[in-house]
């Protein structure tokens, strides 16, 4: 019967065609992404000749570009400080890396290869179709998880490249007015959310036709060993998430709690030891970091869609073009993308302070609307008008394809919906930071309730959204329904990661606007820009988390699958599961707390250090000495490097941990007990110190009536107001943003390594004592 419904229902589209459209979307967007830069290295930021001399620096053998050469030469200068800050940290980080990769990797292929005890005969299962030997799994998990870390560090490098690049010429061109700064900071975070999701998409497609050379038509085997591609993805963003966060936020409090509240001098001053470790921060902490962690998002859910799809009758009568959807999904986002880049950056970008957000808003929107009708399409002609297989419970159950792309199209509007609210919590131009700005009138103690508050309370609606899109797909087309609405929820990435990088790039901006004494008009405009920045990073951090949800649940039901878990035995009353809900929803506290009381540790060496530096080096405060910014970055890296290990070893060996130990059903109760307190936690702490951020610089602005009667820069209001963003530092770049991570990992984890759990510890090592 399953046969005849097959051969009566194909795809529509042919044989070749993901072997055309993907490859050609993902070079189209590389492209793309390095046109856009060109647009941007022609903001001239030297003209002179250069020469390197007998120290091997390199110098300039004549004057600057025509101007303010002085100022100009100032921000080549620091921008030249800011870039070989990041790259040495990310050089030494991935050093450390590298290490981990080449150890971790062992483990996976002795692990996976001793299932069947290194066997390296091809097994024919009762149905007479030939799988590939444990020896194969184990070897393709390894060069998958390889490829994927690297791949990984690769996005995280050329992000940071590009925001180093873009920083000073961004503030060059605030001279000029507000749309070329906007138009220059945009150009450069599409630049990385283009080479970013078109290079992870490429280098996926590659390794399945490669693995697909050796396995053959073994498809449940080739996605398998596929899914070592995310568990490389998300390791290395845990580590750049974590090391880059406590770097950047280490110096960020350590400038502030100094500078701006015991010496009352501006952020960015150049006479802040801690000034130019707090701008390489931004780069290293939220462009690499939240680079990695997309691309973990994206290598996970396409990975989950794929090894769900391969066991359902899409696999079974190897249709390539259906197995192919989630790809082909991520492929057409690419493209809407593109297209809609256009709009910011050339037909309508952002000419006054009023519109900037509204720019950056439209950019979702219009992507989100244009994505909608490409989606069904695909749907209609990529799948087969019915399917099975897709429900566990009830094999012969039909999946038909207009349901896939409901599946993808909440997904997608899911998203928008989480980032407009994240904007409304996040955003100064709204009530709620509003009113965290007015409780700094009577103290940082008010200022931080309030903040609490709102955090608390901007959860809800995500969570909502979230439920909703778990119980539409799922009731739709079960765990390949949610691993597809995760995947419409990243189908914009390339655009939401241009505006989430559009925001440290202002940052950087307007810090060298600062130290390179561009003016007071200059700084108001970069303030500005990066104001909106905060709040298109809280948008990106809110996608980064509800897609992790929907992924880290997709991945939780295949590991169910693959564990031979069946429904029956997944009883939330039974002991091991439930003792595994109560551990699992402790762990993001638990890592929280881990992230946080490092950022402190590292804040606390450098208030010490510029303490020392104000209070020893004459002539810092009056400007006639110059700090020493390269022991502050010397704190931060080491700080930073060595407070990583401890949250990251947490999250990589609870899985192992409990998997040989309690065995794999307690496992499943760690997965969901984590994904459940983990998501609102990372949503409420993105949102506590994004709205804190954005309640200081509503104060600083001046812009409102109401603003202004808060007293504005060195009042007593502002002085709590740095607190309150202070405090909210660590949870809105270290803490909250890794907590997405967590769940994705540990669950991408317990798949790669459930075919060991299930043959050798299914029961665990000691429960078996108890049965």
């Not at 307007?510 to 303030?527: N, P, Q, V």
Request: a negative charge.
């Amino acid at each position: 019967m399953a046969t005849m419904l097959w051969q009566a229902h194909k795809a529509a589209l042919p044989h070749l065609f993901p072997d055309i459209f993907i490859p050609v979307s993902a070079a189209l967007g590389i492209i793309f992404a390095l046109f856009l830069w060109w647009r941007v290295s022609t903001i001239r930021v030297r003209t002179g000749q250069r020469q390197t001399g007998e120290d091997g620096r390199t110098f300039l053998l004549e004057e600057e570009l025509t101007g303010e050469d002085s100022i100009v030469q100032k921000a080549a200068d620091l921008q030249e400080a800011i870039s070989e800050g990041a790259t040495s940290f990310l050089l030494t980080e991935y050093k450390y890396m590298g290490i981990f990769m080449a150890g971790f990797s062992v483990f996976i292929f002795v692990l996976l290869s001793s299932q069947d005890g290194f066997a390296t005969k091809w097994r024919v299962d009762s149905e007479g179709v030939s799988h590939a030997p444990a020896l194969y799994n184990g070897a393709f998990s390894t060069i998958a998880f390889l490829i994927g870390a690297v791949t990984s560090i690769i996005s995280g490098w050329l992000g940071m490249t590009i925001a180093t690049y873009a920083n000073a010429r961004t503030a060059l061109e605030a001279r000029k007015g507000i749309a070329p700064a906007f138009m220059a900071a945009f150009r450069a975070g599409a630049v990385m959310g283009f080479l970013l999701s078109s290079l992870g998409l490429l280098v996926l497609f590659v390794t399945i036709k490669i693995f697909g050379l050796v396995y053959g038509n073994d498809w449940e085997g080739i996605f398998e060993a596929i899914a070592g591609y995310g568990l490389g993805g998300s390791s290395i963003a845990l580590f750049g998430r974590v090391g880059g966060g406590i770097y950047t936020k280490a110096a960020d409090v350590g400038a502030d709690l100094v500078g701006k509240v015991e010496k009352d001098i501006p952020e960015d001053d150049p006479r802040n030891p801690a000034v130019i470790a707090d701008n390489v921060g931004d780069n290293v902490g939220d462009i690499a970091g939240m680079g990695a962690d997309l691309f973990g998002s994206f290598a996970e859910a396409t990975c989950a869609a794929l090894v769900i799809s391969s066991v359902s009758t899409i696999g079974e009568y190897h249709s390539y073009v259906g197995m192919s959807f989630p790809l082909l999904i991520s492929a057409a986002g690419i493209l809407v993308c593109l297209l809609t880049t256009f709009i910011a950056t050339d037909i309508r970008p952002a000419r006054m302070v009023s519109e900037i957000e509204n720019t950056l808003k439209y950019q979702l929107i219009i992507s989100t609307l244009i994505s909608t009708p490409v989606v069904f399409v695909i749907s209609w002609y990529a799948l087969p008008t019915e399917f099975t297989g897709i429900f566990s419970a009830e094999p012969d159950r039909i999946v038909k394809n207009w349901y896939m792309f409901f599946c993808v199209a909440v997904g997608l509007w899911g998203g928008l919906i989480i980032g407009i609210a994240t904007e409304y919590f996040t955003s100064n131009r709204y009530r709620p930071v509003q009113d965290v700005a007015d409780s700094c009138r009577t103290g940082a103690a008010t200022d931080i309730i309030f903040g609490l508050a709102l955090g608390y309370k901007s959860a809800i609606i995500p969570c909502f959204v979230i439920a909703v899109c778990i119980y539409v797909s799922f009731s739709l087309a079960n765990m390949y329904g949610i691993a597809c609405a995760a995947l419409g929820m990243l189908t914009t990435m390339s655009t939401g990661l241009a505006i989430d990088a559009y925001g440290p790039i202002c940052d950087n901006a307007g810090g060298i606007a600062e130290m390179a004494a561009m003016g007071e008009d200059i700084r108001e405009r970069t303030d500005a820009l990066d104001a909106a920045g905060n709040t298109t990073a809280a948008i990106g951090k809110g996608y980064a988390i509800g897609s992790a949800a929907l992924v880290s649940l997709a991945l939780f039901g295949a590991y169910v699958t693959r564990a031979d878990i069946s429904v029956k035995d997944s009883s939330i009353l039974d002991p091991e599961i439930f003792a595994g809900l109560l551990v699992g929803a402790m762990l993001p506290y638990w890592f929280s707390a881990m992230t946080m009381k490092s950022v402190g540790k590292a804040a606390l060496a450098m208030v010490e250090e510029v303490r020392r530096q104000f209070n020893t080096i004459p002539g810092i405060m009056e400007g006639t000495a110059r700090p020493d910014y390269r022991l502050c970055v010397e704190i931060s890296t080491q700080a930073s490097l060595g407070e990583m290990i401890a949250p990251g070893a947490l999250v990589m060996l609870t899985p192992l941990v409990v998997g040989i130990l309690f065995g794999t059903r307690t496992l499943s109760g760690i997965l969901a007990g984590a994904l459940v307190s983990g998501v609102q936690m990372a949503v409420s702490m993105s949102n506590t110190g994004g709205a804190w951020d954005n309640a200081k610089k509503y104060v600083e602005a001046q812009a409102t009536e109401h603003a202004r009667s808060l007293g504005g820069k060195g009042s007593d209001a502002h002085k709590a107001a740095v607190i309150g963003d202070t405090v909210g530092d660590p949870l809105k770049d270290t803490s909250g943003p890794s907590l997405n991570i967590l769940i994705k990992l540990m669950a991408v984890e317990s798949l790669v390594f459930a075919p060991f759990f299930q043959a050798h510890t299914p029961n665990g090592l000691i429960f078996q004592f108890f049965h």
